[in-house]
């Protein structure tokens, strides 16, 4: 595709024949004695393509726009040009802006006239172009860009059985995981491992609602664990850019990286045998946390209390302190852990049939005391544990954790007031033709936006998706800790929230919050791919808060603001420039 562009771009353009602008001229025939030009030279750049930029929907109107510079040491007359190309690699925008100035040394925008994109979905690339005659230096006379026209719309609230995992050799039991990926062709994908003693692995495409295959573990190359594939213990973590680290479980100590954008697995050094002489089995889960510019992969070894990390720049295990003892120095099958995101301070660990809750501070490698972990009793009114097949993930200030063991169960954990609440269950009955509930093999990831994947586990190839409440009258359908807790209705967004400015270009732009007086305000954004890039939290006084963001952090894109107040939720894009 960006050869395509850059083909319509040279006919269009004409450009002149590469040259070679050096770092550092010296004296040329065209110099005084001192090195200093005596005659024009002429080299006009395309810096960057500033729109269309990121995540837009379709129908959506765009002026393309393009930053240049001359490096020339003339004022210099140009001509420049655009051109769009969709997904199919058709050429739909094409315009050339004529009769423009830049002096020497400078730097501006071109913006080019309107174009309404279509409703063709996926990966686009932008293509720009300048002409100047003379160019002494062509290399940078073209620059290409992809954004993603897509058109986006909040699933049904609730649970929603989506595209089962392929079948395969057998269906997914112990050694189940999810872990959600890097972008392909703009959308973000999620990975799998199936675990139940198979060597198979897919990637769920959320655009799409499909499944691709991702090549098998080389665990059969390894010198001690060549017979043993995946199963009880294999976990995998996404460091959210390109790997996905994985534990081949099934009582070794085997450990890998799989490489998204190849597709292809290394084997890394192997989890440490520890002071228990244990291997990796059941009570196994990661969490990637990255730790002044280093990324660690953390592993509870499950079993007993043994803790570590993975140093992917060293490729080095550290023995940290261990998890906590507790009722029992037994961290069993079933037991997690949970980040908030890969930046996270704090890691919590659940440890199953106990129900204990525990931070984890990266910063200081201690633990901190207990805290309650999910309730014993549900809306069953059972008194059911948490077993195999309970997971976790994080998003929006709070805890989202399948409790497993066999039961429906899912729960929330509210963070900062310390509260859990049972949500919706998760159906038994889906595309199985069996009441399933969640058992061995089952895990939960957040994709962001306010919704999650699931896989229930228990040989089952079911797949499950689940979808807060969006927009200003959402209603929360959960149940509190207390049986029959009343639903809370949000206020309407457009009454209590705005941003501005929006384009933002100064870094800088201010948050109004009215209708949630003398409450703490806890706003996040994230970006196309549901990744949290920003989380802050502010005290609203008794009248109309502004509440000033800085955003100079955030690269140039589109944002949705989340904010958050008591029973208020709103979410309000933002494009930063």
């Not at 201010?510 to 920003?534: C, N, P, W």
Request: charged share 20%; hydrophobic share 35%; with cysteine.
């Amino acid at each position: 595709m960006r050869l395509r562009c850059v083909v319509v771009l040279l006919a269009v353009a004409a450009l002149a024949s590469a040259g070679e602008r050096p770092d550092r001229p010296g004296p040329t025939a065209g110099s005084d004695l001192d090195g200093v030009e005596t005659t024009a030279r002429y080299d006009m750049a395309v810096e960057a393509i500033v729109e269309p930029h990121g995540w837009l929907p379709p129908g959506d109107s765009v002026y393309p726009k393009a930053a240049v510079h001359n490096y020339g040491n003339t004022t210099a007359g140009f001509t420049a040009t655009m051109v769009l190309s969709d997904p199919a690699d058709t050429v739909v925008y094409c315009r050339t802006v004529s009769g423009l100035t830049l002096c020497p040394g400078m730097s501006d925008h071109v913006v080019f006239p309107v174009f309404e994109l279509t409703t063709n979905e996926g990966k686009w690339t932008s293509c720009c172009s300048v002409y100047v005659a003379g160019d002494t230096f062509a290399g940078n006379d073209v620059a290409t860009h992809d954004f993603v026209v897509f058109d986006w719309h909040p699933p049904p609230v609730g649970w929603h059985e989506v595209k089962s995992m392929p079948s395969g050799a057998n269906p997914v039991k112990d050694g189940g995981w999810l872990a959600p990926g890097p972008e392909v062709d703009g959308f973000e994908v999620i990975y799998a491992g199936k675990g139940y003693k198979t060597n198979e692995f897919y990637k769920y495409h959320i655009n799409g609602d499909s499944w691709g295959n991702v090549a098998g573990m080389p665990y059969a190359s390894h010198a001690i664990w060549y017979k043993k594939p995946p199963r009880k213990g294999s976990v995998g973590c996404s460091d959210g850019a390109r790997y996905i680290y994985v534990t081949q479980g099934n009582n070794t100590l085997g450990f890998y990286q799989l490489a998204t954008d190849g597709d292809s697995w290394r084997q890394l050094t192997d989890v440490p045998p520890g002071s228990y002489r244990r291997k990796v089995k059941g009570g196994t889960d990661m969490a990637y946390v990255e730790v002044g510019g280093t990324g660690y992969v953390y592993l509870l070894k499950g079993h007993k209390t043994e803790f570590y990390r993975y140093n992917t720049l060293t490729g080095a295990w550290q023995t940290l302190e261990e998890a906590p003892t507790g009722a029992r120095a037994k961290w069993d099958k079933g037991s997690w852990l949970c980040v908030e995101g890969r930046d996270a301070e704090v890691i919590y660990a659940h440890k199953a049939k106990y129900h204990e809750l525990y931070k984890y501070y990266v910063t200081g490698d201690s633990w901190g005391p207990k805290m309650p972990g999910v309730p014993f009793v549900g809306s069953s009114g059972r008194r059911q544990k948490s077993t195999d097949g309970g997971s976790a993930a994080f998003y929006d200030g709070a805890i989202y954790a399948l409790k497993g063991g066999n039961t429906q169960e899912w729960w929330r954990y509210t963070v900062e007031d310390s509260v859990w609440t049972e949500l919706e269950t998760m159906p038994s009955n889906g595309s199985s033709g069996k009441r399933k509930r969640v058992k061995s093999g089952g895990d939960v990831v957040s994709y962001g936006f306010g919704y999650f994947f699931a896989l229930k586990g228990n040989r089952t190839l079911e797949f499950w998706r689940y979808s807060l409440p969006w927009g200003p009258d959402a209603v929360r359908g959960t149940r509190g800790a207390e049986r029959g807790a009343a639903s809370r209705v949000a206020p309407r967004a457009s009454s209590v929230l705005s941003i501005a400015p929006s384009p933002l270009t100064g870094g800088v732009a201010t948050l109004r919050v009215h209708g949630v007086e003398g409450q703490r305000v806890r706003v996040r954004a994230y970006d196309i791919a549901g990744r949290e890039r920003l989380s802050l939290a502010s005290s609203v006084g008794r009248q109309a808060s502004s509440i000033p963001l800085d955003l100079r952090g955030l690269s140039a894109g589109v944002y949705l603001v989340r904010v958050t107040a008591g029973g208020f939720e709103a979410t309000r894009k933002l494009i930063i420039q």
